[in-house]
Protein backbone atom coordinates (compact mmCIF):
# COMPACT_ATOMS: atom_id res chain seq x y z
CA UNK A 1 0.00 0.00 0.00
CA UNK A 2 1.37 3.40 -1.30
CA UNK A 3 1.05 6.10 1.54
CA UNK A 4 2.22 9.78 0.33
CA UNK A 5 1.68 12.59 3.27
CA UNK A 6 1.86 16.34 2.42
CA UNK A 7 2.63 18.82 4.88
CA UNK A 8 3.84 22.48 4.91
CA UNK A 9 0.67 24.15 3.32
CA UNK A 10 -0.27 27.31 5.56
CA UNK A 11 -1.51 31.12 4.57
CA UNK A 12 1.16 33.79 3.61
CA UNK A 13 0.95 37.28 1.56
CA UNK A 14 2.36 37.69 -1.65
CA UNK A 15 5.74 37.92 -2.66
CA UNK A 16 6.05 34.73 0.77
CA UNK A 17 7.47 31.43 0.45
CA UNK A 18 6.36 27.97 1.51
CA UNK A 19 7.84 24.60 1.49
CA UNK A 20 5.80 21.65 0.85
CA UNK A 21 6.72 18.13 2.05
CA UNK A 22 5.79 14.50 0.88
CA UNK A 23 7.03 11.38 2.80
CA UNK A 24 6.26 8.46 0.79
CA UNK A 25 6.40 5.27 2.81
CA UNK A 26 6.10 1.47 1.47
CA UNK A 27 6.49 2.62 -2.13
CA UNK A 28 9.14 1.72 -4.62
CA UNK A 29 10.56 5.33 -4.37
CA UNK A 30 14.23 4.59 -6.68
CA UNK A 31 11.64 4.00 -10.03
CA UNK A 32 9.32 6.45 -9.78
CA UNK A 33 7.68 9.57 -11.60
CA UNK A 34 6.58 11.90 -8.60
CA UNK A 35 5.06 15.73 -8.51
CA UNK A 36 2.99 18.04 -7.16
CA UNK A 37 -0.43 18.91 -8.57
CA UNK A 38 -2.73 21.96 -7.48
CA UNK A 39 -6.48 23.01 -7.63
CA UNK A 40 -8.06 25.76 -6.68
CA UNK A 41 -11.99 26.39 -5.88
CA UNK A 42 -14.10 25.66 -8.69
CA UNK A 43 -11.20 24.75 -11.05
CA UNK A 44 -10.02 21.91 -12.74
CA UNK A 45 -6.68 20.09 -10.99
CA UNK A 46 -3.58 20.86 -12.56
CA UNK A 47 0.23 19.89 -12.94
CA UNK A 48 2.78 22.48 -10.82
CA UNK A 49 5.84 20.06 -11.11
CA UNK A 50 6.94 16.77 -11.60
CA UNK A 51 10.38 14.89 -11.26
CA UNK A 52 11.83 11.93 -12.21
CA UNK A 53 13.68 10.14 -9.13
CA UNK A 54 16.28 8.50 -10.48
CA UNK A 55 17.57 11.05 -12.79
CA UNK A 56 16.08 13.78 -11.01
CA UNK A 57 14.76 15.14 -14.59
CA UNK A 58 12.30 17.85 -13.88
CA UNK A 59 9.06 19.48 -15.32
CA UNK A 60 7.39 22.52 -14.54
CA UNK A 61 4.26 24.56 -15.61
CA UNK A 62 4.75 27.60 -17.36
CA UNK A 63 2.92 29.37 -14.68
CA UNK A 64 5.54 28.78 -11.76
CA UNK A 65 8.78 28.46 -13.82
CA UNK A 66 11.77 30.58 -11.67
CA UNK A 67 9.89 30.88 -8.78
CA UNK A 68 8.93 27.09 -7.59
CA UNK A 69 11.83 24.13 -7.06
CA UNK A 70 10.72 20.68 -6.66
CA UNK A 71 13.48 18.33 -5.21
CA UNK A 72 14.41 15.06 -3.61
CA UNK A 73 15.81 13.87 -0.68
CA UNK A 74 16.25 9.96 -1.41
CA UNK A 75 17.38 9.05 2.02
CA UNK A 76 14.33 10.26 3.58
CA UNK A 77 11.47 9.22 0.60
CA UNK A 78 10.74 12.51 0.46
CA UNK A 79 10.00 14.95 -1.82
CA UNK A 80 9.54 18.94 -1.46
CA UNK A 81 8.18 21.95 -3.05
CA UNK A 82 9.85 25.12 -2.27
CA UNK A 83 7.55 27.78 -3.80
CA UNK A 84 8.96 31.24 -3.73
CA UNK A 85 7.36 34.61 -5.15
CA UNK A 86 3.86 33.16 -4.09
CA UNK A 87 1.19 34.89 -5.72
CA UNK A 88 -2.82 34.85 -4.80
CA UNK A 89 -3.53 32.88 -7.89
CA UNK A 90 -0.94 29.81 -6.11
CA UNK A 91 -3.82 29.75 -3.69
CA UNK A 92 -5.27 26.00 -3.45
CA UNK A 93 -5.42 22.33 -2.40
CA UNK A 94 -1.68 20.58 -3.28
CA UNK A 95 -1.85 17.37 -3.94
CA UNK A 96 1.49 14.98 -4.11
CA UNK A 97 1.38 12.15 -6.61
CA UNK A 98 3.67 9.64 -7.96
CA UNK A 99 3.30 6.59 -10.30
CA UNK A 100 5.69 3.07 -10.29
CA UNK A 101 7.20 1.79 -11.21
CA UNK A 102 7.73 4.29 -14.36
CA UNK A 103 10.29 5.22 -16.93
CA UNK A 104 11.93 8.68 -17.26
CA UNK A 105 11.06 9.37 -20.11
CA UNK A 106 7.13 8.73 -19.97
CA UNK A 107 7.36 10.89 -16.39
CA UNK A 108 6.65 14.34 -18.59
CA UNK A 109 3.61 12.50 -20.74
CA UNK A 110 2.29 11.73 -17.08
CA UNK A 111 2.46 14.66 -15.68
CA UNK A 112 0.75 16.56 -18.61
CA UNK A 113 -2.08 14.07 -18.44
CA UNK A 114 -2.23 13.80 -14.50
CA UNK A 115 -1.55 10.02 -14.80
CA UNK A 116 -0.45 8.99 -11.70
CA UNK A 117 -1.69 6.12 -9.70
CA UNK A 118 -1.30 7.29 -6.21
CA UNK A 119 -1.92 10.49 -4.58
CA UNK A 120 -2.17 12.29 -0.84
CA UNK A 121 -4.42 13.90 0.88
CA UNK A 122 -3.45 17.70 -0.21
CA UNK A 123 -1.88 20.33 1.89
CA UNK A 124 -4.03 24.19 1.63
CA UNK A 125 -1.98 27.06 0.43
CA UNK A 126 -3.60 30.34 0.84
CA UNK A 127 -1.81 33.39 -1.00
CA UNK A 128 -3.29 36.70 0.66
CA UNK A 129 -2.72 40.15 -1.66
Known amino acids: QVQLVESGGGSVQAGGSLRLSCAAS????????MGWFRQAPGKEREGVAA????????VYADSVKGRFTISQDNAKNTLYLQMNSLKPEDTGMYYC??????????????????????WGQGTQVTVSS
Open 26 to 33: RYTYSSSC
Open 51 to 58: IYISGGST
Open 97 to 118: AADSPSDYWACPSKFRRLAFGY
